[in-house]
Nanobody
């Protein structure tokens, strides 16, 4: 079973930046896609950004031009650099890993982290 541990959340002023990290652990051979989702109070969980092992990316419109996703396939880690943060970016940010292949040649298809709080406020 894979474990995803997020870090980097916190309180930041509007216009500021944060960098989130998510490290996957376990007897992992490869991970097809890793991404970030967020859920604000009273709202549905939504995709922020995702990246495949081949480098293809997908961003929410609200994230384009401000957020950048990157990953280290060797370390099984994904990052989210968030710039020009706005109060509406306030949410719990969750890391997700899709199609995790283990060294035993078994798979786990949807794994989620525990979430990290991002609060944008003056």
């Amino acid at each position: 079973q894979v474990q995803l541990v997020e870090s980097g959340g916190g309180l930041v002023q509007p216009g500021g930046s944060l960098r989130l990290s998510c490290a996957a652990s376990g007897s992992i051979s490869s991970i097809y896609a890793m991404g970030w989702y967020r859920q604000a109070p009273g709202k549905q969980c939504e995709l922020v950004a995702a990246m495949t092992s081949g480098g293809s990316t997908n961003y929410a419109d609200s994230a384009k031009g401000r957020f950048t996703i990157s990953r280290d396939n060797v370390k099984h880690t994904v990052y989210l650099q968030m710039n020009s943060l706005k109060p509406e970016d306030t949410a719990v940010y969750y890391c997700k890993a899709d199609r995790v292949r283990f060294r035993t040649n078994t798979y786990e298809f949807d794994a989620w982290g525990q979430g990290t709080q991002v609060t944008v406020s003056s």
